[in-house]
């Protein structure tokens, strides 16, 4: 294993239409790496057609939860016997605008084939979105109301920050959250009942690249991250990646009688101001 060594620079800046990106796939860490080791890295997806994955994805999930609560013989919130309401929130304005409306206009175009069909066991699909310009705050506020207004379930939301903000209202109020856009540990690690993830996670991405980058004898990487949970996110799977390279060339190294390599961080004057003022 070739020695990594990590630059580590953080962003304060917010994102300019570029977002989280997507995978398609709900699986565990261990399953992916077992099917991984397997076969050779693949090339990586463009973002169009990761997000398309990934959004195909939480629409089957999505839809296999509201067949289940239109069979179901009690009465849910949200259901009744003509539809299914069901809530989002997710940034229809401001720098992550477009991943908000194409998560929403994506969705709503499955729907309008579901309900064209006849529905899900004759009810017809209703989403509610509202607009958290992908602030935490904002969403917050959003998922309270839209519990309030009695969705069956919170689908489609857009960005690590404002999942998390939402997690403790939704899981207080037992509410499914499911397919968000999003692959942060966060959302997977401890086990939430009622978060249901159709993508990779963060960590499951960033080991694949470091792994794919180490492969090809590269010995230095560089890692430049958005400052907030989700670029946060993103750096904890380089990290946990470079861990674990660390500790297998350790291995290696010992037995050669070598002594092991270290890992460098680097950090921008700007992080380590932001850090500050928000500390």
Partial sequence: MPKVEVH??????????????????????????????????????????????ALLSMLRLAGLMLVVAASALHAEPGVTPTSILIGQS?????????LGTEMRTGAAAYFRVVNAAGGVHGRKIEMRSLDDGYES???????????????????????????????????????????????????????????????????DETEKIVGQMTGQALDK?????????????????????????????????????????TLRRRSSRSARSSRRRSS
């Fill in 137 to 203: 705050d904002r969403a917050a506020a959003n998922t309270k109301k839209l519990i309030d207004d009695g969705v069956f379930l919170l689908f489609g939301y857009v960005g690590t920050p404002t999942s998390n903000a939402s997690k403790p209202i939704f899981t207080a109020a037992r509410v499914p959250f499911v397919g968000p856009f999003t692959g942060a540990e966060s959302l997977r690690t401890p086990l939430n009942r009622y978060i249901f993830n159709v993508r990779a996670s963060y960590f």
């Fill in 221 to 261: 990487i560089a890692v430049f991250y958005q400052n907030d949970d989700y670029g946060k996110a993103g750096l904890a799977g380089v990290e946990a990646r470079d861990g674990a390279a660390k500790h297998q060339d350790r291995g290696h190294r010992h037995r050669r009688g070598a002594t092991p390599s």
């Fill in 90 to 98: 997710a940034a229809f304005s401001g720098a992550a605008s477009e």
């Fill in 8 to 53: 580590i620079v953080a962003s304060t800046e917010k994102p300019t239409g570029v977002g989280e990106p997507g995978d398609a796939g709900h699986r565990s860490r261990r399953s992916q790496r077992d099917c991984r080791s397997d076969r050779k890295a693949p090339a990586l997806a463009s973002s169009g057609d990761r997000m398309k994955a």
